[in-house]
């Protein structure tokens, strides 16, 4: 059931408490910064149900909201779709495939090359879109 999934993927019985409403806690207060600015969460998943999938949960979750964009670990011509968040829902697209090592930082530094390949919003929504903060990217302006 639905509540299975949520108590298998979010919940422990080794923390008291309810970590999926903590969780929704946590991402709500990150999602902005102090003065109010909304800011851009995106996923990186080795999950090996892909991007999809991870979308699912959160969807079940109600955290989908919170993200803009889940992008596949490894990023390979086998394994290239990914979510992004719209006016409207969620659209699958292909992410960019990675010729180098298979690691999270370099796929945030291929990001910041060409964020316009990793947020497809940005198409979408032109340069006064509310991701409009993604076209001048820098590493140092990324969490992993």
């Not at 990150?30 to 090996?48: V, W």
């Not at 903060?133 to 140092?140: A, I, K, Q």
Request: hydrophobic residues 40%.
């Amino acid at each position: 059931s639905m509540a299975d999934l949520l108590m298998y993927n979010f919940e422990s019985p080794f923390v008291k408490g309810n970590r999926l409403e903590r969780l929704r806690q946590m991402l709500k207060e990150i999602s902005c910064d102090p003065d109010g600015l909304r800011r851009t969460l995106t996923i990186l998943t080795a999950n090996e149900q892909g991007a999809v999938a991870v979308l699912n949960l959160l969807r079940m979750a109600g955290l989908a909201d919170f993200f803009s964009a889940i992008w596949p670990m490894p990023v390979s011509p086998r394994r290239r779709v990914g979510t992004f968040r719209v006016e409207g829902g969620w659209r699958c697209f292909e992410v960019p495939v990675i010729q180098t090592d298979d690691h999270k930082a370099d796929v945030l530094q291929r990001v910041v090359e060409d964020p316009k390949q990793w947020f497809p919003q940005l198409a979408l929504e032109g340069e006064d879109g509310p991701h409009r903060e993604m076209l001048s990217l820098r590493p140092e302006s990324l969490l992993l």
